[in-house]
């Protein structure tokens, strides 16, 4: 069985994207480089215009998602996903410029500023749910009562090429790379970038790295071979 999310899909996804993300800068770090004794380089994600990479997979997905339908002969529906934060804005944002109606469900503690951020995006906000777990389950229901799609946060393989996107960048960048660190959440960026590095880089090393307070994937699967810093 092939892989779900491959390099193809990767470089598509870098092509469909391209004009509507940002394609950011990365540069050397002399103040990691002094504190660690290695060669380090950022990328700054951060300068996109939701301040996260997220956007590359809200992006990608969305535009599949045209393109799908458009080739059917058929409607694009409204969308729905469930996000604390950066997903939120991201599907409201390219949402609203696809003309595609969003609703984002949040989880009801979500802070105000989140919520109003993702709201001038163009977002429909649902508070449902004590955390992440209750505002999915919120988000399911809105799709069967209203027919949307479902958008993942990052079980998605349009999601996660789009994510892939940071790897094709950074190695073209910087192809001397000996590693790549990586972090996890719920490990689409993870995994589109280990699909692009291992396939340009074979013997490139990828560790994907999580707070010891919140590991959430270590939690979700417990046999990783796991280290601790």
Do not use: C
């Not at 779900?4 to 993300?21: K, M, S």
């Not at 944002?93 to 500023?113: E, K």
Request: charged share 15%.
């Amino acid at each position: 069985m092939s892989a779900p999310v491959g390099l193809d899909d990767v470089t598509a996804a870098a092509h469909r994207i391209h004009g509507l993300v940002e394609r950011t800068p990365s540069a050397r770090s002399s103040t990691l480089a002094g504190l660690l004794g290695l060669d380090v380089v950022l990328k700054f994600e951060n300068l996109q215009f939701t301040a996260s990479f997220k956007e590359r997979g809200a992006a990608n997905r969305l535009a599949l998602l045209v393109e799908q339908h458009a080739a059917a002969g058929t409607p694009v529906p409204g969308v729905v996903t469930m996000s604390a934060g950066n997903h939120a804005q991201a599907v409201a944002r390219h949402a609203a410029r696809l003309g595609i109606d969003a609703t984002i469900v949040m989880p009801a503690n979500t802070p105000f500023v989140k919520v109003h951020r993702t709201q001038v995006l163009g977002g429909r906000v649902v508070l449902a749910g004590e955390g992440l777990a209750g505002a999915t389950a919120e988000a399911r229901r809105i799709e069967a009562e209203e027919g949307r799609f479902l958008l993942h946060p990052y079980d998605d393989p349009g999601v996660i090429a789009g994510q892939g996107t940071v790897a094709l960048e950074l190695l073209a960048d910087h192809p001397d790379l000996g590693a790549l660190v990586v972090p996890v959440g719920g490990g689409g960026l993870l995994a589109g970038m280990a699909v692009a590095a291992k396939a340009l880089r074979p013997d490139l090393v990828v560790v994907g790295v999580q707070s010891e307070g919140w590991p959430s994937m270590l939690s979700a699967v417990p046999a990783l071979d796991v280290g601790h810093r």
